[in-house]
């Protein structure tokens, strides 16, 4: 079993910033897959971004050039820096480890951006 608890949301305005946070457990982090998802007010759950063990990474189009993934494995963390935010970015935001097949959930962060 992997606990996944993200930290990091809050309320920010239109052009603003927010880095999440999330903390995985586990002694063999560094071989998980990981990723951001979000889930906007009345929509389903979304990509947002992913990154292998190895470091490599993926956007959504929406969070291309605007948001980064980024690990640490010696902390067993995973962040997600968000820049120039927008209203449509509004969402909870949901850290996912996969274990190398079993996939875990955290219970989400909300984002909120409003002026």
């Known amino acids: 079993q992997v606990q996944i608890v993200e930290s990091g949301g809050g309320l920010v305005q239109p052009g603003g910033s927010l880095r999440l946070s999330c903390a995985a457990s586990?002694?063999?982090?560094?071989?998980?897959?990981l990723g951001w998802y979000r889930q906007p007010p009345g929509k389903q759950r979304e990509l947002v971004a992913t990154?292998?063990?190895?470091?490599?990474?993926d956007y959504a189009d929406s969070a291309k050039g605007r948001f980064t993934i980024s690990r640490d494995n010696a902390k067993n963390m995973v962040y997600l820096q968000m820049n120039s935010l927008k209203p449509e970015d509004t969402a909870v935001y949901y850290c996912y480890a996969r274990v190398p097949i079993v996939g875990y959930w955290g219970q989400g962060t909300q984002v909120t951006v409003s002026s």
């Open positions: 990154i292998t063990s190895g470091g490599s990474t």
């Open positions: 586990g002694s063999r982090f560094s071989i998980y897959f």
